[in-house]
């Protein structure tokens, strides 16, 4: 006699819901982080009296909490994305950010309230991240019919491939299914519809394959709904605000570090210390990009840099490569708008012209400004040959498909621990 399992999706019960989701953190959360400073520096019965430097350091601290909260969710939700790396930045940033505008409006606020807060929220995030990691990795149900032959778990995700149409008991977050394929059978058919009729939704196969890849394929132009890749109009003015704002605010702060660059580059080797080149820049229009010069003027080679050890590159050249300090003359391209921070790397017009004929869909990438640093940059790194470029324009259609604040925030964290580290500079 079969036996029928009720179909019921993980986490779904009222008190998994509640220690694994936002309410928990969110009230929990803010008491601890928040509570106990407070208690150890006032007491209590803080709360009864509260002057404007105690209500100030409790909302600041709240505030910066809350915000460093959203952010690692949502980070988590892309791939490749080890929150656990993003902890200390992203909680550092966050009270960086409420003690200057603190700073800037002259408010008052408790100094050692705030900083028990930091460490408070340090130990908490870090604590939620190893407790809820197990409980947290997503658990998906495939259905073995259709192009599912190249989904491949990332570590991020448990697949678990079906040998019925039945769940068999065993809760998931969510099934996988090839919906267009014709060999989807009556009873798979119906097996989907009742995951669906029980809350357990149903993911196209290319929806999970690019959650796990970071890259959207594009085959044929149907396939893609060149629609749904078109960036938000309003983020993109949003997005050009800061950059202009952050650009300028750098810019001082960072021209002793380009003097010093340029000096180190002109007495290493003959030439200028800067680079200047045409590029296709933001909806195919060219531009000239600066970077600081990190190869021999007399030397000639392909019509890009060998990943490994390339003769044309001078010592000085090698360094700030690995650092990505030639990068920096790029301020200058912000501040005109023909770049942005992060976006598509822009390619030398012979390279584009190369590409747009041998790469399908390659000039869709013009759509956004592009940027010093990118998603195909953090996640690939160099690219040059055809097949290579393919898989960087994947890259871009999945960064131009997810554009947002919290994929550039992403980008970000990832391009200063390549900077730091070195690790994947090219």
Partial sequence: MDVT?????????????????????????????????????????????????????????????????????????????????YIVPAVSVAYLIVVAILFFTREDYTRQVFFGSYLMSLAWFYMAFFLGRRYRKMKLAVVPVGRIDNLMSDGGIDLRFLEQPDLAGVRYDGVVADLRSDDLSPEWEKFLARCTLNHIPVYHVRQIQESISGRVEVEHLTENEYG??????????????????????????????????????????PGPALFIQHRMGFRGVPFRVYKFRSMYIDQKGSGFTEVDDDPRITRVGRFIRKCRLDELPQLFNVIKGEMSFIGPRPESMELSKWYERDVPFFSYRHVVRPGISGWAQVEQGYAAEVDGMTTKLQYDFYYIKHFSLWLDVLIAFKTLKTIVTGDGAR
């Avoid at 601890?32 to 007491?43: A, H, I, M």
């Fill in 5 to 85: 399992y009720p179909y019921e999706r993980r986490h779904s019960r009222w008190y998994e819901a509640f220690f694994l989701g936002l309410p928990f953190q969110l009230i929990i959360g803010v008491s601890l982080v928040v509570g106990l400073p407070s208690v150890e520096r006032w007491g209590w019965e803080f709360w009864q009296y509260l002057p404007a430097v105690r209500s100030n350091t409790i909302v600041a601290c709240g505030f910066a909490f809350v915000f460093v909260l959203l952010t690692l969710r949502r980070l988590n939700r892309f791939p490749g994305a080890q929150v656990s790396a």
């Fill in 228 to 269: 749904s890749l078109l960036p938000s109009f309003f983020y993109q003015g949003l997005k050009r605000c800061v950059d202009l704002v952050a650009a300028l605010l750098l810019l001082p702060l960072l021209a002793p570090v380009m003097v010093a660059v340029a000096v180190a580059i002109r007495l290493d080797s």
